[in-house]
């Protein structure tokens, strides 16, 4: 149980931390948490290049173990919870957030963060936070936002693979401020 919001998200850069000094995929972890109890329900880890498939970032696996653990496809039918991110979405995750029925959103480092040690992050609405909360989830960003950036950081100091695609999706996106 992770009470607090803090706690939650370092507990997401711990899988991040973990997963770059595993050298088992990008420097990414989530985590679905039972919002009012903080009970953690899933963990995610980014396995794109162990797994070879493009759709498994860390939001990505955790919302879809959460899903399977809860039994169904919308957590929002079945309690109250919230994705908690070691970086903000790219295009991807961020589409996937409204379908999967979480309630918060909350992320640790900024996208730009994310882009500065190489990686896309996709066409995203300049708005998105507020399109989110438009869509009725809460939205809470910079929460230990150095500490999962120092993560983004050792992993470029270690020469990660950069595994973005190599034609069409990986446009650069634009600025998520
Ligand atoms: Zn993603």
Request: hydrophobic residues 45%; charged residues 20%.
């Amino acid at each position: 149980v992770f009470p607090g919001v803090e706690d939650r998200a370092r507990y997401a850069i711990e899988l991040s931390r973990l997963n770059v000094e595993n050298a088992s995929g990008g420097p990414f972890g989530a985590a679905i948490f039972e919002s009012g109890t903080g009970r953690l329900v899933a963990a995610g880890v980014n396995m794109v290049v162990p797994a070879r498939c493009s759709l498994l970032h860390a939001e990505m696996v955790a919302l879809a173990l959460a899903q399977r653990i809860v039994g169904s496809h919308d957590l929002g039918a079945v309690g109250c919870f919230e994705l908690v991110a070691s970086s903000e979405p790219c295009a991807m995750c961020l589409g996937a957030i409204p379908w999967s029925g979480v309630a918060g959103l909350v992320c640790g480092a900024r996208d730009c963060d994310v882009r500065a040690i190489g990686f896309v992050e996709g066409l995203k609405p300049r708005q998105w936070v507020q399109e989110m909360r438009r869509c009725g989830i809460r939205v809470q960003r910079d929460v230990c936002r150095g500490e999962a950036d120092a993560v983004l950081k050792l992993y470029q100091a270690k020469g990660g693979a950069l595994y973005n695609a190599s034609t069409g999706s990986s446009a650069s996106g634009v600025e998520a401020t």
